[in-house]
């Protein structure tokens, strides 16, 4: 029977609730009590709190394995906005990153970590790839498309190259929060992306699915929309580049709206009438082996009477010469 899913749609507006409080604590945290040179801040309560609203969303997200349909299929669709729109800002916003990558490498004022350096050629490689794999996502509609996950697999190499390059291009200390923020939100990202890939291959998991998808919008709300509002307040950047802060919204756009998509997908089993059919059919056909099988045992275990005469007829014996030449000498003895 296909039904709509509701156990999504109640976690997504818990987790929407949440990311609002989250997202408005460490905007205001980020405006006023935030040290753009040292990278901490100055009152930790607002930040303590807005951190804390974000790991509950993280953990009732996990909780989704425990209570929502691990065991059930659904129809996974391509063809509406809730795809295609996403999809393409985020092949957009990737597309910029990547000529940014291409300008501070190439750059010689630019002063970048020689193992920065690395990662960012390597994330300039795959962020052509990875651009190209959202806008076969808005092409390429099946429900099944080896190519589209080939090219999704980029796209998940790509968000993990480009987060170890936040990680070592980032001259502020390592446990510095903003950075750690940004770097869980595109491994989250990246592993969200995964499972797209699975579902493309036709290897769905749909418990795991909602709930990486969930961290990934939580955690990438929480990462890029704080950054924007603060650039825009007070024209400085939190992370590494406001380019990177458009295309972890666009990450949160995509998961969220897939998610919401999602949560509206029809079970994938077939209707009543279609399974009546297909039982009528299997029963009709195990009746008629049963009954040639039935036959068969019949054919074998009666033999005719002229094939039993002819079989007689069949056996000879045969009468060795030199016994029957040594028969009368015995005989004259």
Known sequence: MKKIRLTPLIYLLFT???????????SVALIGSYNFTTGYFSDKLLIGISDGVTVLAVLGAVSYLFTGERKKKFVATYEDPTTYIPSALVAVATVFLAIELCGAVGSRDAVIPSTARFTAVIAIALAALSAVAFFVSCLRTDRRDA????FQITAVLFLGIYAAFIYFENPLPINVPSRIVDIMAYLSAAVFLLYEARLSLGRDLWGLYTVFGLICAVLCAYSSIPSI???FALDKEVSHSVK?????????????????RSALLFED????????????EAARDNAAEGQDDGEAEDDGSQESPDAAETNAENYT???DGDSADEAPEGEEE
Not at 16 to 26: D, E, K, P, Y
Not at 244 to 260: D, G, K, P, Y
């Open 244 to 260: 990177e802060n458009v295309l972890t919204l666009a990450l949160f756009l995509f998961s969220a709206l897939r998610l919401i």
């Open 317 to 319: 014996f045969e009468i």
């Open 16 to 26: 929407a609730a949440l990311i609002l409080i989250g997202v408005s604590l460490r």
């Open 269 to 280: 089993t077939d209707a009543k009438t279609v399974a009546a059919i297909k039982l009528q």
């Open 229 to 231: 509002i603060t650039y």
């Open 147 to 150: 190519t589209r996950a080939a």
